[in-house]
């Protein structure tokens, strides 16, 4: 409480109350958000880099805010994962995402964010089984993308659970790779599928002097390690072209398609080559 009409001090200025104000609010609405299901998966191409087979597809969450619109995730999800709703949040894309791309052809796959918050306490190998499970779906066809700081809670349980995910069939990508710490010793400790190169990177092609050199540097490391690796925010035809020379697996990118509804996936796969 602040200390109101003292005309001493306060403990909060008024922005600061307009701040918890606003958070208070995007709470009950992300709340309100789960109950009214305003959320929506939408789907971005992962392309092969030589010759353009189309190998699957990334789900991104999308908020369709009553008032305030389209809402990004880069907004939402930090808040809830900090108030929990992320467990909710997560499970219902897993089951959203499955049930979609199983009607796909069989060689599409299907990449899922996980928050690092899913390892915690919870049931995230019995979410993933039962996703797959009634969807239809094989275990093969489901890619699960976390970042390093899922690694940072370096435990046993951690790793026990990715392991066991492993063990169901399902790849691990390593996402945003660069742009944490330690990645080294984790990627050796970890049973890593992919490595996404951060967009970051891609970037500065042809700008910024070392980009290159840190693409060729990542794609050696991901041979050597016998990981795919995938670079990510492909915009343009030159960043295509050096990611291929430079001998990237998979791209992701504006250059290929912006992440699209559910009912645009059809016309995205007829538009690539086949595997
Ligand atoms: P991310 O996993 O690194 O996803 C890639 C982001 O880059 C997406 O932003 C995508 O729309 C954007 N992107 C793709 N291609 C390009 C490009 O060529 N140029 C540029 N500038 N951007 C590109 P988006 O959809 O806003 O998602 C932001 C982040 O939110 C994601 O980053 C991911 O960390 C998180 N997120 C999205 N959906 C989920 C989800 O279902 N669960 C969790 N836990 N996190 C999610
Ligand atoms: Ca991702
Ligand atoms: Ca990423
Ligand atoms: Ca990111």
């Known amino acids: 409480a602040k200390a109101a009409g003292r005309g001493t001090w306060r403990l909060f200025e008024p922005e600061m109350d307009t701040e918890i104000q606003k958070r208070r609010q995007a709470e009950i609405?992300?709340?309100?958000?789960?109950?009214?299901?305003?959320?929506?998966?939408?789907?971005?191409?992962l392309i092969e880099a030589r010759g353009g087979v189309l190998t699957g597809f990334e789900a991104l969450l999308r908020w369709h805010h009553p008032e305030r619109g389209m809402i990004s995730p880069a907004e939402f999800i930090p808040l809830a994962e900090e108030i929990g709703l992320i467990r909710a949040i997560g499970a219902w894309v897993l089951r959203k995402a499955c049930a979609d791309a199983a009607g796909w052809p069989g060689h599409v796959r299907i990449a899922i964010n996980l928050s690092p918050v899913q390892f915690v306490n919870g049931h995230l190998?019995?979410?993933?089984?039962?996703?797959?499970?009634?969807?239809?779906?094989?275990?093969?066809?489901?890619?699960?993308?976390?970042?390093?700081?899922?690694?940072?809670?370096?435990?046993?349980?951690?790793?026990?659970?990715?392991?066991?995910?492993?063990?169901?069939g399902v790849r691990i990508s390593m996402d945003d790779f660069g742009t944490g710490y330690s990645s080294l010793s984790y990627l050796r400790r970890f049973p890593f599928d992919k490595i996404k190169i951060d967009q970051s990177f891609v970037r500065n092609l042809g700008g910024e002097k070392g980009s290159i050199e840190i693409i060729r540097a990542v794609v050696g490391l991901g041979k050597a390690l016998g990981m795919n690796v995938l670079a990510e925010g492909v915009e343009t035809a030159e960043q295509r072209g050096i990611l291929e020379v430079e001998g990237c697996d998979e791209l992701q990118g504006y250059l290929f398609s912006q992440p699209r509804p559910v009912r645009d996936v059809p016309a995205i796969i007829a538009a690539h080559p086949m595997a």
């Not at 992300?30 to 789907?43: D, G, K, M, P, S």
């Not at 970042?147 to 435990?155: G, P, R, Y």
């Open 125 to 168: 190998v019995q979410e993933v089984e039962q996703a797959l499970a009634s969807a239809g779906l094989a275990a093969s066809r489901l890619e699960l993308e976390i970042t390093e700081s899922v690694l940072l809670q370096d435990n046993d349980a951690t790793l026990g659970v990715l392991h066991r995910l492993h063990d169901l």
């Open 29 to 45: 609405d992300l709340r309100r958000a789960i109950a009214e299901e305003q959320f929506e998966v939408h789907y971005q191409p």
